[in-house]
């Protein structure tokens, strides 16, 4: 147990729809990270929030947006669903916003599919 | 970002040895070399990080070259468990956040 909670485990939408993910950190942790994990595409870095605020972005789309809020859990809001949506995303925390020397741990994931 | 060479796959017998290669030629100074492995059905897994030296864990060991354009991580004995997808990222350790995953190793262990 990595003691980084996702929920829902498994979200099935249709096209068009919205939904969020949700992400808790370990406790103490004040950096959260976002991955997407499709077959074809590997493991895609997101977005990283740090203690409330955005500190570094990847291959985020526009339809996507994120935030991390006072308790610092975090929410990947997803909208517009498309059926290339479909995948697993990924929650990490780590203390730092410097991952150099610091270890991420990760969440068990959401499977999201988009019919 | 710096860029990592992973060979796709490798194969190994359960109780051997694995050395699991990675090139990263284009690393910068303070960059810290980190594997996370994936397990099927699961989140990555942090192994083991590193700068200069090599360093050993409860898990496994890094051996980084001297001049910190590979590095090796070695499984001492490897099990059935052990069958994942290995990554090989340097980890920014300047400001911005990412860790950026790689198409990895495969390892098979074969009983």
């Known amino acids: 147990d990595s003691g980084v909670t996702q929920t829902p485990k498994h979200l099935i939408t249709a096209t068009g729809q919205r939904v969020t993910l949700r992400c808790s950190p370990r406790?103490?942790?004040?950096?959260v990270y976002w991955y997407q994990q499709s077959l074809d595409q590997g493991l895609q870095f997101l977005i990283q929030?740090?203690?409330?605020?955005?500190?570094a972005k990847g291959n985020i789309l526009e339809r996507f947006s994120a935030q991390q809020f006072p308790d610092l859990h975090s929410e990947l809001n997803l909208s517009s669903l498309e059926l290339g949506d479909s995948a697993l995303y990924f929650c990490?925390?780590?203390?730092?916003?410097?991952?150099?020397?610091?270890?991420?741990?990760f969440g068990q994931g959401t499977r999201l599919t988009v019919v | 970002d710096a860029k990592t060479t992973q060979p796709n796959s490798m194969e190994s017998n359960e109780e051997e040895p694995v050395h699991l290669p990675c090139n990263h030629s284009?690393?910068?100074?303070?960059?810290?070399i980190h594997w996370y492995r994936q397990l099927p059905s699961q989140g990555p897994e942090y192994v083991i990080h590193?700068?200069?030296s090599n360093v050993n864990n409860r898990m496994a060991s890094l051996a980084i070259a001297e001049d910190r354009k590979s590095s090796t991580l070695i499984l001492h004995r490897a099990t059935l468990r052990d069958a994942a997808v290995y990554y090989c990222?340097?980890?920014?350790?300047?400001?911005?956040?990412?860790?950026?995953f790689g198409q990895g190793t495969t390892l098979q262990v074969k009983p």
């Open positions: 990490a925390s780590s203390p730092s916003y410097r991952p150099g020397n610091t270890e991420a741990f």
């Open positions: 406790s103490g942790d004040l950096s």
């Open positions: 929030y740090y203690n409330g605020e955005e500190r």
């Open positions: 284009t690393i910068s100074g303070t960059d810290y």
């Open positions: 590193g700068l200069t």
């Open positions: 990222i340097p980890a920014d350790s300047g400001n911005t956040g990412k860790l950026i």
